[in-house]
């Protein structure tokens, strides 16, 4: 077989994946602001109303989601933590949540917690692909749930050509939850792999 020969992917994930089967988009309209996920088609713009209500933390930083120690923190170091599995399985083989530990904004992070963003991210792309199942890891920023500075991983799957790009969180929501020991597997992976580099995987176990 050539190099350049297509073969349809081989791992446990993509024998599990629902191949040729239309998958039920209907819950993705609930994560979603005037979005038809049918035809990606926009609703008519809705009023702008001001003040906006405070985000997660943003008044009170007890009530951040991300400060508090979680049984789902696969790894973390002395700055940033890897936060997964805690809304159960994904149809993706990994999506993590990346979170400094202390509670600040990307607006007012001190830079010593910054510089270490851009190699952890690396890190967390090269853990993510030692999953057999996943060709890329993409990142992802959205700034209207928490106020703290938090990013998301999501893997992409090999050969999974419509799930490039921004599309990729859309089709998480679509995608059956894996199985339990399959998800669990994969986590691990990751957090072993971030761990060979320095800090510690599953700290709360």
Not at 20 to 44: I, K, N, W
Not at 142 to 148: F, T
């Amino acid at each position: 077989m050539s190099d350049h020969e297509q073969h349809p992917a081989d791992t446990g994930w993509h024998r599990w994946a629902p191949i040729g089967e239309t998958l039920d988009s209907s819950g993705v309209l609930e994560g979603l602001s005037g979005m038809s996920v049918a035809a990606f088609g926009l609703q008519p713009l809705a009023p702008m109303l001001v003040p906006e209500k405070p985000r997660g933390g943003e008044l009170d930083p007890s009530e951040c989601g991300h400060c508090r120690p979680s049984e789902h923190t696969i790894w973390q170091d002395d700055e940033w933590r890897v936060s997964a599995g805690f809304a159960g399985p994904s149809g993706l083989p990994f999506i993590g949540a990346i979170a400094p530990r202390s509670h600040v904004r990307l607006e007012d992070a001190p830079i010593e917690v910054l510089a270490g963003l851009v190699p952890l991210l690396q890190r967390i792309s090269e853990a993510g692909k030692a999953i057999p199942a996943v060709a890329r890891v993409h990142f992802s920023r959205w700034n209207d749930g928490s106020a703290r500075l938090h990013l998301w991983a999501y893997a992409r799957p090999a050969g999974m050509m419509q799930g490039r790009g921004a599309i990729l969180p859309f089709w998480e929501q679509c995608l059956p939850a894996m199985p339990d020991d399959m998800m669990r597997e994969n986590l691990e992976t990751v957090a072993c792999a971030l761990a060979a580099g320095g800090g510690e995987a599953f700290p709360n176990r």
